[in-house]
């Protein structure tokens, strides 16, 4: 049987810039064509498409969040589900193992939502 493919972060990279056709003449300094960067910057959480349940603070979740669990699941202390079913941040993090457990959770969740540049 042949064992699954672990996902990388990267993979996803790559595969927009082999989608739009980024070569190495059409790339901005940091490896990212000027196409592909637009696109990737819209599957990043933004603060203006937070939900308004999120405490305020460095943390939130917002409008992409397809209530998967796994931020709940990862870092139970500071995302909750709400009434209407989607994660949102119901406690921000003080000491640097919370926040690393928030940041674990941002990296992982797999469509982006959840954000780290909120007030």
Same mark, same amino acid.
């Given at each position: 049987?042949?064992? +699954? +493919? &672990? ?6 990279? #790559?595969?927009? @810039?082999?989608? !739009?056709?980024? #070569? +190495?003449? %059409? ?10 960067? $637009? ?8 603060? &203006? ?15 992409? *969040? ?11 202390? !500071?995302?909750? @589900? &709400?009434?209407?079913?989607?994660? !949102?941040?119901?406690? $921000?993090?003080? &000491? +640097?193992?919370?926040?690393?457990? *928030? ?11 959840? %954000?780290?540049? %909120?007030?």
């Amino acid at each position: 049987m042949e064992e +699954a +493919a &672990s996902f990388c972060p990267l993979d996803r990279i #790559d595969a927009w @810039r082999m989608f !739009f056709g980024a #070569d +190495a003449s %059409g790339l901005q300094p940091n490896g990212v064509s000027n196409r592909s960067s $637009q696109i990737i910057d819209k599957l990043m959480a933004e603060k &203006s498409n937070k939900w308004k349940i999120n405490v305020n603070g460095r943390f939130y979740v917002d409008d992409q *969040c397809i209530d998967c669990d796994l931020c709940r699941e990862m870092a139970p202390d !500071f995302f909750a @589900r &709400s009434d209407d079913g989607y994660s !949102f941040v119901h406690k $921000q993090p003080t &000491s +640097a193992e919370d926040i690393k457990l *928030c940041e674990e959770a941002l990296n992982d969740c797999p469509v982006q939502a959840i %954000g780290n540049d %909120g007030e």
